[in-house]
C-alpha cells in the first residue's frame, strides 16, 4: 500500500496487488507493506518499508524464480 498511487514498476506483478492508501478498504486475511507511512503501518500494526527498501524488496521479488 503506498500513500498515493503506487510506481508502475508495482503493477502488474503476478501475485502482488500495490495499492493505494485510498483503494485499499480491508487488510483482512492479507499481507500488507505500507511503503512510506510508518505512522499508518503502526496504526494498522502492520510492516512498513521506506520507497527505498520497497524498491530492493521489488528487485529481490523478481529475481526470486517464479513456483517455487
Given amino acids: 500500500m503506498f500513500p498515493k ?5 508495482w503493477l502488474g506483478i503476478p501475485g502482488v496487488r500495490a495499492v493505494s492508501a ?3 478498504s480491508s487488510i483482512e486475511g492479507k499481507l ?3 511503503v512510506g507511512d510508518c505512522q ?3 496504526r494498522w ?6 520507497e527505498e527498501e520497497a524498491e530492493e524488496f521489488l528487485r529481490e521479488f523478481r529475481a526470486f524464480p517464479s513456483g517455487r
Fill in 5 to 9: 498511487d503506487p510506481p508502475g514498476e
Fill in 22 to 24: 485510498e483503494e485499499l
Fill in 32 to 34: 500488507v507493506l505500507v
Fill in 40 to 42: 499508518l503501518a503502526e
Fill in 45 to 50: 500494526r502492520v510492516a512498513c518499508l521506506t
